[in-house]
């Protein structure tokens, strides 16, 4: 595969590995972007590859990847580095991220592209996990509010107190509130798409719980089958999987003019 994709920015390659050393199955986030057999596919960006004319491509050394194994991701998150290679970005420092503040949990290599990215728990539930992507626990946060991106992607705000920043985070979330979803209810997903929630439970490809919704538009990514693991049946193209912090419960049906 080459070409945009939706857990970053620019062109990315995806590589089908010759041996097992890779970390999905050409399936990122939902979004299937080519196919091969589970742990042998990988992203890198183009300048990480060095091609050959007698041979198939092959990403860089193992290294360039963090794959990581179930019982040892279990025990604990991963360690992280203190500084970001250019010095730019460091752990616990304040962050924007589109526009919204956080804070740097993770910095170093991931299982799901090549590269150095940055774990940033947010304020606010403007994010997509809790630290976990693909099963392998980087650093620990609320439910929707750990996103992952690389450093060119933040500013900082010139904030360099951790305690302060801390401080801040802890009275974010102890304002925070959220309902429990059920089975049948109607909920909106990232404020726009109605649809109903169909699932509600454990997941195979992250920690914690999720809540599994058949939207009424085609705006979701799968059919309620993920990464081979079936949780519900839907219309394909309908269903998509969120944490509960980034649904609403919707009081009143939603009227389409």
Known sequence: YIGDVRFAKGEWLGLELTDGKGVHDGSVL???????????GVFAEPARLTGSSAAPARAGAPTAVAVMTPERDEVKTLPSKEKSAHGSVWLGQQVMWKGNQGIVRYIGDVGFATGEWVGVEMFEATGMHDGTALGVPYFRCLPGRGIFTQPAQLQTT??????????????????????????????????????TVRYVGPVKF?????????LDDAAGRHDG???????????????IFSQASMLKALTEPIIKV
């Open 30 to 40: 939902g979004v299937p972007y080519f196919q091969c057999p589970a742990g042998k």
């Open 225 to 239: 089958s993920f990464m081979g693991e079936s949780y519900f049946e839907c219309e394909f193209g309908k269903g």
């Open 206 to 214: 992250a920690a914690g719980e999720f809540v599994g919704v058949e």
């Open 158 to 195: 010139g904030t360099g107190d951790s305690a302060v920043v801390e401080q801040t985070l802890r009275q974010a979330e102890a304002s925070a509130t959220a309902g429990a979803l059920r089975v049948d209810q109607r909920v909106t997903w990232s404020g726009k798409h109605a649809g």
